[in-house]
């Protein structure tokens, strides 16, 4: 015969101090590990939603970005002609050469704060193979124009970048901004886009570009484009697919921000634990006279040790949900930081899924169950009469 949950509910209430003293501690420790799962997989969203299950990025062999690539200009056609290319509407193959840098730009409101910027070098064909991509303000730059667009995710937040503004390409050669673009929340966002040519020419780049992106008639003919591009030794180049590239672009910023989270919220949760040991310790000198009463009306060592156990992971309960709920309101939250494989900052954000929900609440009420397991015992143990004596 178990004892009735009424009972460990009545319990919490008349304690309410101690309780949500404990439960704080909890919902801290839930809204901690939560926030780091949502952040990790805000990184994972944010990079792997910029590819296209269509499209096939080819790099210099031997390259881990786009940013140490450069394939020649003859490698193009080679590249563009491969089995498997998709033919755009104009009967050509479809697919397009871009060049990529780096500009350390200064931040506004942040007086003297430089961070990375990546500014890509593009064609009209960029924009073809990416539906995704959506000019919300402005225009897309003209072909041989010193023009250029910024994605949301940068807009407004380095000197130069907003509609009308200009910024520095190159020493005394000057870009203007003339559009703003949306990219379903991806990585592009975070990127300026500019005329293929006009990069190239003002860093002396003329002969080589840093990536060549074509989309296949079907997903299923990457590994035919894929055995062609790889097996030809005039080229030297490897090829992914577009979605495979960004993912592995997120790995070391996802696993750095788990890392971070996870030893953060570790720390947090041996404390949580020994704040719950601590209150139902408390509770179990308190309530020497009911466990003795619940014994002498026949309730087993078993139903006393599995009513304060049960009273714990209650309470651990009441404090992740609590935790978790917090936790949802930083999916509200746009958070900037360095991509470790491309040093660019990039705008993520979290991204709250019911699986990391899941997670972050079980943890807490296992946090419970661990703090509430020694206290139980001792409750369990405890001799019916010394218990009435008091």
């Known amino acids: ?183 379903a929340g991806s990585v592009f966002e975070s990127e300026v886009w500019t005329d293929l040519e006009t990069l190239r020419s003002s860093f002396g780049r003329d002969g080589v570009y840093s990536s060549i992106t074509v989309q296949l008639a079907s997903p299923q003919r990457y590994s035919e484009f894929k055995a062609a591009l790889e097996g030809d030794p005039r080229l030297g180049v490897e090829t992914f697919r577009e979605a495979q590239y960004y993912e592995k672009q997120s790995e070391g910023t996802s696993t750095l921000v788990m890392v971070l989270g996870v030893v953060v919220g570790l720390l947090f949760s041996v404390a949580a634990t020994l704040g719950g040991m601590i209150t139902m310790f408390s509770a179990v000198s308190q309530r020497t006279r009911e466990i003795g009463t619940l014994r002498a009306l026949g309730f087993s060592k078993f139903a006393v040790l599995a009513s304060f156990a049960c009273e714990s992971t209650l309470l651990a309960l009441f404090g992740a949900g609590i935790g978790g709920l917090a936790a949802l309101g930083m999916s509200l939250v746009h958070f900037s930081m360095t991509n470790t494989a491309t040093w660019q900052e990039i705008r993520f954000s979290f991204d709250p899924t019911p699986k990391v929900l899941a997670t972050s609440v079980a943890f807490g009420a296992l946090l419970g169950l661990v703090g509430g397991s020694i206290p139980s015992r001792s409750a369990a143990r405890t001799s019916p009469i010394e218990a009435m004596r008091g």
């Open 1 to 183: 015969m178990f004892i009735p949950i009424v009972y460990n509910l009545r319990s919490l209430r008349v304690r309410w101090a101690t309780t949500l003293a404990s439960a704080a501690g909890v919902a801290l420790v839930v809204f901690v590990i939560a926030s780091s799962l949502m952040l990790a997989n805000g990184v994972r969203r944010t990079m792997v939603s910029a590819g296209d299950p269509r499209n096939v990025l080819v790099l210099r062999k031997g390259s881990d970005s786009e940013l140490a690539s450069s394939i020649e200009n003859d490698q193009r056609p080679l590249v563009l002609s491969a089995p498997g290319v998709a033919v755009a509407s104009d009967g050509t193959p479809n697919g397009t050469a871009e060049s990529v840098i780096v500009l350390a730009m200064t931040k506004l409101g942040e007086e003297g704060l430089v961070a990375n910027v990546q500014v890509r070098g593009v064609s009209p064909r960029s924009l073809e193979m990416r539906p995704s991509l959506r000019v919300v303000s402005g225009r897309a730059p003209r072909a041989g124009s010193d023009e250029a667009m910024v994605g949301i995710g940068v807009r407004g937040r380095f000197q130069g970048l907003e509609l009308g503004q200009s910024f520095e390409l190159k020493s005394d050669r000057r870009v203007q901004v003339v559009g703003v673009f949306e990219a």
